[in-house]
């Protein structure tokens, strides 16, 4: 499974973004979808997930409310829309496949795409 991500950039604070994660498999379907972040000299940290169905979402308290994770199976792409950005928003954002819908840490999941950087300015 590759995953590509895309939509990230700089903006500034109160700003949205809409990130989109893009699989190369048949079976996107059957996979739990996350999504992380890291700042530069912090450990990865989980942002949202959603299950395989789209009927379990999950987020980090930092970002409810103003994140949405949505999947389109049919296009193999999952989503995260984030609005009201705050400066400590910015980070590399990955996305992530797994077998385990809402999974927190990064070990539940098994396939990475390499990021897009969200940089927020105050």
């Known amino acids: 499974v590759q995953l590509v991500e895309s939509g990230g950039g700089l903006v500034q604070a109160g700003d949205s973004l809409r990130l989109s994660c893009a699989a190369s498999t048949r079976t996107f379907g059957e996979y739990a979808m996350g999504w992380f972040r890291q700042a530069p000299g912090k450990e990865r940290e989980f942002v949202a997930a959603i299950s395989w169905n789209v009927l379990s979402t999950r987020y980090s308290d930092s970002v409810k409310g103003r994140f949405t994770v949505s999947r389109d199976n049919a296009k193999n792409t999952v989503y995260l829309q984030m609005n009201s950005l705050k400066p400590d928003d910015t980070a590399v954002y990955y996305c992530?496949?797994?077998?385990?819908?809402?999974?927190?840490?990064?070990?539940?999941?098994?396939?990475w795409g390499q990021g897009t950087q969200v940089t927020v300015s105050s």
């Open positions: 992530a496949a797994g077998p385990v819908s809402g999974g927190y840490w990064p070990r539940e999941y098994d396939y």
